[in-house]
């Protein structure tokens, strides 16, 4: 990034004389580089005002500050706001790299959709996109200041707590692209309601320019209120009737990858995705309309779709020792995504001779609906067939309830209050050609489950 400290101060409306390259952005003197400059952030546990000494020390070249402190040698930049100061520089950065910018956002699916639209724009172009969780009023513009400066391609996930925080995001990014996985319940405890969420997610289409491309599933919830959204944009609709832009068909799910086939304007390509779920199909459909709008070829955009690879914890297949497969999802757990999951668990169970196994934990951010998902989670795994219904903590124990009302036995129903001593019991059940699957909100702590029956991260 070639900014200088002055210009930074120009763009911040704030005179600075000082001439020093910028070489970076940070919030958080731990992993701050020498040369990078250092934003000030208020936190609600941390104020980065009490570590402007420690950003000296470590080489910032200056800072962004809400006060400034004159007993600290460095210089700095003093805004009204520090995180709305972030977005206003990463703004003009975008503005004079002028790349691609992508913005994903939905209620689950979003970082894996993410990573695939990577992938497919990797596969042909210089390509930066969101790493972890920065996905927030702070990390999307760290995200966008972190670029190099010869980026092609911008791909941006977009979180979201409450209304207006996905327009503001769309603000600062200006994406060409737009695309919404999906609109489920994560976050009713907030909004309230799914149609708020609605509302909320649709933010980022309604912030698209005329000539950007709002890329979706014709089977989206809450589609007249997706479609009115993005009535003034382009769109780009994925799905598998004769009047999607992209057709997907042929969809087939193995223990390790789902393969189908994508037709656009009359070319059909195979396509692979190394995830053993149906909804894989869809989220990497939406990845390679991203490339088609951006003038990709369709074959270039599944060659780069077939590099991609799931994140930890978000339905990665992994192997026990013993051979027994693993998915991975216990990142977090919203009730669209698990009672896809389960879907995904019964659709393995059907082809293969051993036992499925839904290790569970809880749900979080429900609020008054948390009760009524627990139990209808335990139901879907009744209905779904599944062998084995092992639930981990006492704030998931409605899941039981909910698997015994629809008829599956109590003997097949495992309570462990800790994700540790599910582990070691499972440790000694699981067979070689079982299928497990584990998933529970962060909070529940099932990753340990799966280094303890898999080892570490692979």
């Avoid at 779709?305 to 027994?324: Q, V």
């Avoid at 497969?325 to 698990?338: F, R, W």
């Avoid at 003997?411 to 019991?425: E, G, I, K, M, W």
């Avoid at 909100?441 to 991260?457: F, P, W």
């Amino acid at each position: 990034m070639l900014l200088t400290l002055d210009v930074v101060g120009r763009i911040l409306g704030q005179a600075i004389d000082d001439k020093s390259v910028v070489s970076g952005v940070s919030i958080d003197t731990r992993t701050l580089m020498n040369g990078a400059l250092f934003a000030a952030i208020r936190g609600t546990k941390v104020d980065g005002h009490d570590y402007l000494f420690t950003a000296m020390e470590r080489g910032a070249c200056g800072a962004i500050v809400e006060t400034i402190n004159p007993s600290v040698d460095l210089p700095q930049i003093c805004v009204t706001n520090t995180v709305d100061a972030l977005g206003v520089l990463a703004n003009w950065v975008r503005k004079q790299r002028n790349p691609t910018v992508i913005a994903v956002t939905g209620s689950y699916g979003k970082t894996s959709t993410k990573d695939m639209v990577a992938c497919v724009h990797g596969h042909e172009k210089s390509c930066h996109s969101t790493i972890g969780n920065f996905n927030t009023e702070i990390g999307l513009p760290l995200t966008v200041l972190s670029a190099p400066d010869d980026v092609d391609v911008l791909v941006l996930e977009m979180g979201m707590r409450g209304p207006g925080q996905i327009a503001e995001l769309v603000r600062i990014a200006e994406p060409s692209i737009g695309v919404i996985t999906n609109i489920g319940s994560a976050h009713i405890e907030l909004l309230g309601t799914r149609d708020a969420i609605a509302t909320a997610k649709t933010e980022l289409f309604r912030g698209l320019s005329p000539d950007a491309t709002a890329v979706y599933s014709e089977a989206i919830d809450f589609k007249s209120v997706v479609d009115a959204s993005a009535a003034h944009c382009r769109r780009f609709i994925v799905g598998e009737s004769e009047a999607c832009d992209l057709i997907i068909s042929g969809v087939q799910l193995g223990r390790l990858e789902t393969t189908f086939h994508l037709t656009h304007k009359g070319d059909s390509v195979r396509a692979v995705v190394a995830s053993p779920a149906r909804f894989a199909a869809i989220n990497g459909a939406l990845a390679v309309a991203t490339g088609l709008a951006a003038g990709m070829t369709l074959s270039s955009c599944v060659t780069g779709l077939a590099n991609w690879r799931p994140s930890e914890g978000r339905m990665r297949p992994r192997t026990m020792a013993n051979g027994a497969v693993v998915l991975s999802d216990a990142y977090n757990a919203a009730p669209e995504a698990m009672l896809a999951a389960i879907s995904v668990l019964a659709d393995i169970g059907s082809q293969t001779s051993g036992n499925t196994w839904a290790i569970l934990g809880e749900m979080r951010e429900l609020g008054v609906e948390t009760k009524q998902w627990h139990l209808a989670i335990g139901e879907a795994v009744s209905t779904s067939g599944i062998k084995h219904l092992v639930i981990v903590g006492a704030a998931a124990t409605d899941y039981r309830t909910g698997a015994i009302v629809a008829g599956m036995s109590p003997d097949q129903v495992h309570y462990f209050d800790s994700p540790a001593s599910a582990a070691v019991v499972l440790q000694q059940v699981i067979g070689e050609t079982d299928v497990v699957l584990i998933k529970g909100s962060r909070a529940a702590g099932l990753d340990l489950i799966v280094d303890m029956l898999c080892g570490g991260a692979s």
